[in-house]
């Protein structure tokens, strides 16, 4: 069984359904059923008996684009547990970039965030080649660049108060920093916060990094030890924008790739490319009526 919803302009969804059920059809997957998911009424659930997850999403990429969508082998359902990557996915900035524009050289190092997030980059020789030039700033250049540069992403705050609500526990993993990501995620409401530490000596950055990195594999085995720890066959939800989200992505039950590199978003088994965070909500048959904030 292949289920998809998928969220796309309503102009697109009408002129666009009865071509992309053909195309699939041409395809040999014929599909069961399509209609609008109960609730807020904006949300397609497509479903067919048999298909390539892949080819699937490759057929409604053509048809609605850009949408938001889920393609599982099953009825989605709420997940026990959340797991997602900061920077430009729970906010709009990439937080070492913005930091890094107080030292005068927020070109220099965004050209090397852009390239590791490609995935172009080997993550950890990236972070330290980053973290060695903010050597001598100031710490409370961060508290600084907090305050006037971080914002949360629309629907943010709501998805991750509403699968609260819904029982579901909520990890914050980052590639980013801890001088971040704690302040973020008590503004978010995430439980736990898994990331990197810069090291500060005498109130500024030495350059370096404290104990180890959070890489790609961190945030896999972060996500695979809290499914554990929550039992067997609960559902996961992963949200990431980059590179260093893939193997996450990947091993998540709904991963869900937010206004992501390509690379991330071939990899994940959902996308967000036309509304905001709360679409994940919509995806997962959450209805606005049990939104929280
Ligand atoms: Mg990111």
Redesign the pocket.
Known sequence: MLIARLIAEKASLESQLDAAIAALEGEGMAVAMARLLEGDGDVVQISLPVGDPARLRALLDAHFSPSDMLVTDHEPRVPQLFVS?????MIGQ?CIDELADYAGLKDKIADITERA?QGELDFESALRERVGLLEGLSEGAISQCLAERIRPVEGARTLVATLRAQGCRTVLV??GFHHFADPVAEMLGFERVVGNRLDVSGGTLTGGLVGAITDSSVKQKVLEEEAAGLGAGIASLAT???A??IPMLEVATYGVAYRAKPKARAAANGSIDFGDLTSVLKLLGIPESDWAS
Do not use: L, Q
């Open positions: 990557d900061m920077d430009s996915t990439e997030m980052t590639g990431g924008d980059g260093n989200d």
